[in-house]
DNA sequence: CTGTTAGCGCTTTCAC
DNA sequence: GTGAAAGCGCTAACAG
């Protein structure tokens, strides 16, 4: 096995004790019984045992994040963010995926809060009652990541998914001169996806443009989703002049369709799309999006965990938003 | 605090050890109290410290993976595919991201073996002589993911670079008739890079198309690199008929110019990739590429670690090689 | 400055 | 069937 500081404290001809204290470099120690301790550690390739030194010093300096789904589009982004902090604050960040199965979220969440980890960030499309039971009763500190989050009780960071999809619209309409926009929706029990269309209906209201509801349709944020989406609009005896997809990969499907009926972008029908994907560099003619700053979020999340894990809850739970921007393409 | 078997062996007017064998599912505890512990146990809320059993089990059921810096085009895929064996043996996996940095790989390895893992998923660029060190020093299992690791000491898992390339060339010149072939190369350091070089001069000599040194140009598997490769590859007096770029991000690149130069593709000049990423499919024309299963490679490397995990190292290291494979698309 | 001692929460012999 | 007790490797009072 490992080998521990006892063998070393046998080696040294001093107590377990004074070893610990002069791993951890505690001023108590005369130097050079310090020195010679880490000398004789280093020799002996000695190396902690962290779980040891967690179950007494109740602390783990390991953050979690659990994602639904390791991978998509910008689930490294955020980790990438998340990870950044974390290291500067000398934590270390695990992510468990939740593989979008129900009970997983749950099974990894228990796991996670069995002491493993001081806090976690949650990521979640939507929150079910279930879900919300289950981060109530869990103790440790938790930092939610979505859009909307209905839980003051919990901290929370996200995008302003409505400020993001009526300033799109916005733009359209008082820049570009658009007036018949159509919108492809999200799942219905994403509530990034909810907060979108309503930004986009809002801004229509706002410029006294009468909402068409054979113009809004379903979709999936998939790109099958927004293959189906555009045929359907575009086969519409009154047809839209842009298609508005509440996120970038069902964009990428109108692309498709669009392209395959031998119609040009933005010319016969201009196409917008939302999260500003890598993909969306690459799509031709470059599509018009809005930005979301996912490293930002996966910082800001980490931060908001990190100051309360230091500040031993005496901080009520925050809300942040981060505000999106506009990425304009050539697309409309 | 949590709450402990102490607390429910209160409660329970029995022993510790009991609790403990009546929630382990003991055999030698009687059904009664066995029901009355456990409803108890649910009662209190009770969730056992992962920390502490580990202390005494030695045993995390947690397997790491490290990889060179979350997020890139196919570490997602990869984690899923290491995460799916992983579930169903009833392991967790930890992710940890090392940046790029080279002291951090070493840190997290670090932290990894102080008994906080059963083993570790190594994913590397290139192994240096002072990784080796550090592998040959870790006492837990490890399962390295690259293309050639010349570490017969450490199981590995990678692709077959040199086939994909080999194959993909030979399609070029047997299936196509291009014979003025291109070659954008990746990093120098890259393991994965210098063996598709291989492969692509491999097939060029078995058909006895002598190697045009002009036509292997420098990358660096970025959409940059490519940019440039492709503009150098153009502006010669002799031009290639294709470019083979060692990556997809670098054919992504290679659109770009071509694009920019008024040129078609496949007409004026063809391109092809490696690596399949998602976002060749959406390259116009297609892109023709070579297929690499990521998911297959995470399955296959948590396969062996948990093998190894379970057959405590009886068996010798494995090399698994998987095999690529071609996807036909418009781009030549 | 250093040693002794008592845990952290749990599992696991060894008795009874 | 169940309890007592030892101990996993480490830290943190409390003494000296």
Not at 3 to 15: G, Q
Not at 21 to 36: I, M, W, Y
Not at 255 to 279: E, N
Request: some cysteine; aromatic content about 6%; overall charge neutral.
């Amino acid at each position: 096995m490992s080998i521990t500081i006892k063998e070393i404290a046998e080696k040294a001809n001093v107590s377990i004790a004074t070893v610990s204290r002069a791993l951890n470099d505690n001023p108590n120690v005369k130097e050079s019984t310090k020195e010679l301790i880490r000398n004789l550690a280093q020799e002996m390739n000695y190396s902690p045992n962290f779980v040891a030194r967690t179950l007494v010093k109740k602390k783990t300096n390991v953050i979690g994040i659990i994602l639904p789904e390791v991978g998509g589009e910008f689930f490294p982004e955020i980790i990438k963010g998340v990870d950044e902090v974390a290291y500067q604050n000398e934590y270390h960040v695990f992510v468990a995926s939740s593989h979008s199965e129900r009970n997983t979220v749950e099974s990894i969440l228990g796991f996670m809060s069995k002491s493993m980890v001081d806090g976690v960030i949650l990521m979640l499309p939507s929150i079910t009652d279930h879900i919300r039971n289950l981060i109530k009763r869990t103790r440790i500190p938790i930092v939610l990541i979505n859009g909307y989050s209905k839980m003051e009780e919990v901290s929370s960071v996200g995008i302003d998914n409505f400020q993001g999809a009526y300033t799109m619209t916005n733009f359209l309409i008082q820049n570009k001169g658009y007036d018949k926009i159509s919108f492809i929706k999200g799942p219905d029990i994403n509530s990034d996806a909810k907060l979108r269309l309503k930004g986009y209906k809002a801004a229509l209201e706002d410029n006294k443009i009468p909402i068409n509801h054979e113009w809004i349709v379903d979709g999936d944020f998939t790109i099958k989703g927004g293959e189906l989406a555009a045929s359907r609009l575009l086969s519409l005896i009154n047809k839209p002049s842009v298609i508005f997809a509440a996120n970038d990969m069902m964009a990428a499907g109108c692309y498709r369709v669009i392209d395959q009926l031998g119609l040009t972008i933005p010319d016969d029908i201009a196409v917008v799309g939302f999260d500003h994907i890598p993909m969306s560099e690459f799509l031709n003619p470059k599509l018009t999006t809005v930005h979301v700053p996912t490293d930002e979020i996966g910082r800001k999340a980490a931060k908001l965990l990190l100051d309360i894990l230091e500040n031993s809850e005496t901080t009520k739970p925050q809300h942040i938003k981060i505000t999106t921007g506009l990425i304009v393409g050539k697309s409309c």
